[in-house]
């Protein structure tokens, strides 16, 4: 089977921070089958392998010395439908956000406060994206991938993704080894919205008023996804204006002990439930009591609007806007003894 094949490829435009890079080759593909072969080829060639969504979640520091596939197959459709609850089989190639707007104007609930997390369906599960209180793995029951490793198709379900807070297996122990194409999301007819994040309500009542819908009117998903885009688009800088990769750090999780006495000296450090025993901490407020938000170094910089977004002005380089990722983490570790991790994949 030959697949097309471009050598020495730019990938300038292919990841939203926009930073230069050339990658040995790039290959696209639309049917999952061709994936072993791509695969093949990058194994023959004896190089490493990228599966490159819209490249939303990493920074490329240089070039990449290997193959990078682009998964372009298509297809969103309602597989089951029992009980209210309603199966999704969602390509890997689909971007997320379009399936978030198809499955709220079907008037199916699971997935409106993920609207607008900018991507690829098959790269949702890598970090088990979540925003506004949902994450994807209250959805996600089945995917269908390659596995590298015994080079054969295979069927996880959703508990075996072993998904955490903006991980899964497929960023820990399994990094590299499986290729995702198709993913299933279980949703429900009858769900409630989840308007408990700060500025969502009153988002959706602003939408809802200008809609002229009344009050007692039910809410349905596309209100809670329109809501959801709103508000993102007023606090995040959009990709398409200034280069990003959204959140730069993940808010950073800690002992309980280590909260309260961190709480002691800085009383407003916003701080978020984890798991028992444990608070996450709001890394954004951390990155401004240091005094990041809007500041420079040459094109790379934290955004002025959202001090955990890193952008590029214009000409920074990957590894310019890492060294800023760098001195950001420095000077939150050396005020809060706290480390900061990285969300987007660093190359
Ligand atoms: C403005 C902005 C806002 C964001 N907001 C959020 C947010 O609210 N919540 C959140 O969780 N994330 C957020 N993100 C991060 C990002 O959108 C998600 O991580 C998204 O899922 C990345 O998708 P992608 O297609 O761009 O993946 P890429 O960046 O192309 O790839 C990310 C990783 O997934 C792997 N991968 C991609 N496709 C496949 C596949 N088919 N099989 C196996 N591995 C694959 C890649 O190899 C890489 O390791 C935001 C990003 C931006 C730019």
Known sequence: MLLPITYNASLKDLNTFGVPSEAWALVSVER???VAHAVALAEDANRPLLI???GSNLLFRGDY???VLRIHNQGCQIVDERDGQVKIRVAAGERWHAVVMWAASEGLWGIENLALIPGMMGAAPMQNIGAYGAELAQVLTQLNCYDRAQKRWRTLTG?????GYRTSRFREADAERFVIT?????LTRDGEPNLSYPGVQAELELLR????TGAD???TPLEVARAVSSLRRKKLPSPEVVGNAGSFFKNPIVTEAHCESLKTDHPELPTYPAEPGHKKLSAAWMIEACGWRGKRRGDAGVSERHSLVLVNHGEATGQQIWHLAQ???????????VNLEPEPQLL
Request: a negative charge; glycine letters at 10%.
């Open 52 to 54: 490159l969504g819209e």
């Open 32 to 34: 999952w089958l061709q």
């Open 327 to 337: 001195e950001v983490a420095r000077s939150v570790h050396d005020t809060f003894g």
């Open 209 to 212: 008023q200008r809609a002229g």
């Open 182 to 186: 198709e993913c299933v999301l279980t």
């Open 159 to 163: 508990e075996a993704c072993r998904f």
């Open 65 to 67: 010395p290997g193959l």
């Open 217 to 219: 009117a039910s809410v």
